[in-house]
């Protein structure tokens, strides 16, 4: 005994469209993802540096040097200097420009507060453009606890 069993036209219709649901799922996804990782891999501190169109300053022909060393002696430039000639080597150095900028290398034995005594002094001489000279490290600081 055969039995035979027909339910009309087995050919399934052919469905000509995508579902772009779940594509457009995913691509959400990744927006939110992108969105919440992108502020963290910026630096720390949110600046927003406005643009300049100055000119770069050019280097200073003859920067001076004024060296702190580890047993409190000063140097200007090479020449040693002492305490009391301090104000008129520094007038002498930079021809009586205030405005000069003055590069203050000292060594690390020297504590702080002889350093920002000597810092005190050069802005009591009228000094106020100073800056600090250190030297490069190739490996990373350590980071603060």
Known sequence: MALLLHHGDDDLAEAHEINVTPFIDVMLVLLIIFMVAAPLATVDVAVDLPVSTAAPHPREPKPIFLTLKADHSLALGETPVSDSELNAALDAASGSDKDQRIFMRADTQVEYGALM??????????????????????QSAPQPP
């Open 117 to 138: 005594e000597l810092m005190n002094r050069l802005r009591a001489a009228g000094y106020l453009k100073v800056a600090l000279v250190g030297l490069e490290s190739r």
